[in-house]
Every structure is written in C-alpha cells, then in structure tokens.
C-alpha cells in the first residue's frame, strides 16, 4: 500500500509501517541531519527536506489518493507550558496535516503524539477541531492511547494515537492487539552489548536491570546536551544502575567498576545505540550528525514495534471486503 509521511523524523513510524506493508512514496522532513539519517538507512526513499507548513500537494502529484498519510508529529505541549515561544507552532503543525488530509485525500490518515492529547480537557478544543475537520472531509475517527512495553518494546512509553478513514473502513478497524508474552527487559535487551569490551559486571547489572526502561525523552533542539530525561526519569534510571545524567561514546571496559552506591560514578551510561535499541531500532539502523542531534532523533523516535502494530492494524481494515 502507499503512503506519505509527514514529521517523518528519524524513521521510527516509517519503519514500522514499511514492515506493516506500506510504501511510503514521501518522507517529509525538515531538519537536515535527520533528512541524512533517513537516506543513509533507506536510500531508495524520496526523502523532502523542508517545512511541513511550506509543503504544496500539487508540486507532488504522486501524493494525491495515497492509502494512508501518517506523522509522528512534534510533541503538543500540555497546558502548563502552552505559553512557551514555539508551543503554537505544534499547533499549527498538527492542523497543517489534517488540513493535508483534504488536498491529498487518503484512505487513512494516522497522526501519533502525547498520550494527553487523547483524553485530557485541555486538548479539547484541538480534538473539536480535528473532529470537525475531519468530519467535514467525509473521515470517520477514534483517539486511542498505547503504551509501546505492549508491542515489544522494552520501555514504559505511552502514545496517542488519531486514526481516520474514509469510506466505511472505520467500522472494520480493530485496535492492536498487545503481545502476550512478558515485556522485555533493558537487561535482556542490551546484556549483549554491554559486554562488547570485556566489562565482567554485565550479567550481573542485566539481572538488576530486569524491568522496562522509563520513557527516554528526546529533549530540545533549542538547548540541553544528551540525557535519558527529567529528574524523575533520572531516578529510575538510577534504580537500574544506570547514570540517566548523560549518554556515553562507548560500553563499560573491563576495569570500570560498578557500584550504583557510590552515586552517578558508579553507574553505568548507555551509548545511543543501546537507546536505540530500547526504542526498538534494528542494530543496524544508523543516525547521522553529533552526539547530541544523533540521540534528540532517538528520543523523540515512535519505537517501529509500535509503527508495524498500527500499520497492520490500518493495513487490515482497509483491505477487508
């Protein structure tokens, strides 16, 4: 099936969906380290470095009818912040894509954000419009929440979800269904790893680490350097032996020392392709650009367990009878 994404970010959703059977004939994205780590992982991909807000439909043709237009969109800021400086321009993003679902006309339109923005009452008047647009448009659609531990995803992540159909295909959608088996663990997931150099405490650390990882928070592109999160993400970390305060170049050797008593010197760092991993990223997906810009794209990635699971739960009602 085809598709457009828009906020494509640093290919989480857009690997997810390629999985679920969708092939995106369109990658939208404005930042241009992210554009590269798009083209170096999928050089075949038609990869547009620009602003969603700029983006005409009628210069891309091949857009028009797609079966489904998705975006992992930028993070709607919940109504403490709602005064900051670029809070209106999420805003203006998340219409601007609905606004893209009339000129493009897709069978099926998923936008993915903050769990918030499903249920809580300070959204609602973005929810009344989106209904109303929607509805305007001939779309029938539902708001639900996941959390990506249910998909295979070893990470305490909770997403919003918007997904519209034209048609009656609505009638025949079916939530994703979470795995049955137990979630995996930042232990199981990344013993391997941390053992790469020799560190003789990565069984033992792994089998401390026996529970999901909180959420990892992207942070900023305006400000910070890399770490795992807020304060209270910290903290958690720090239950799993693991300094959430920064991101490390490389894994434990063998003379590192672990003993989380001893506070942030005694934990060990994660490097981003172990992030990567908990974000449910295949070991060989590469992010370009430093340090810092290379764990924001990780951060603020949809996990790709979780794109596949809606894919083919959208894939599923559109090519029912």
Known sequence: MSAVAVCAGAGGLALGMERAGFEPLLLIEKRQVICETLRLNRPAWNVLEGDLLDFDPDAHPYSYDVDLL???????????????????????????????????????????????????????????????ELSHLGYEHIWFTLNAMDYGVPQNRKQSVL?????????RFVLPEPET??????GGTL????GERGWTAASE???????????????SWNRGGADLGPTGSKRAWARLGVDGGTVADQVPGPEFQWDPGQGREGMVRLTIAQTALLQGFPSDWVFAGRKTARYRQVGHATPPPVGCALGNAVRKALERP
Do not use: C
């Open 70 to 132: 998705y975006g992992g969109l930028p993070r709607v800021k919940a109504s403490a912040a709602v005064s900051r400086r670029d809070s209106d321009e999420e805003i203006r993003i998340l219409e601007a894509t609905v606004m893209l679902a009339h000129a493009v006309r897709p069978r099926a339109l998923l936008i993915e954000n903050v769990p918030d923005l499903a249920v809580k009452p300070e959204y609602e008047p973005i929810r009344e419009f989106m209904a109303t």
């Open 163 to 171: 997904i519209a159909f034209s048609e009656d295909s609505m009638s």
């Open 181 to 186: 088996k137990p979630p995996s663990t930042v």
């Open 191 to 194: 013993h391997s790893s941390m």
């Open 205 to 219: 650390w792994a089998a401390l680490a026996d529970t999901v990882a909180p959420t990892l928070v992207g942070g």
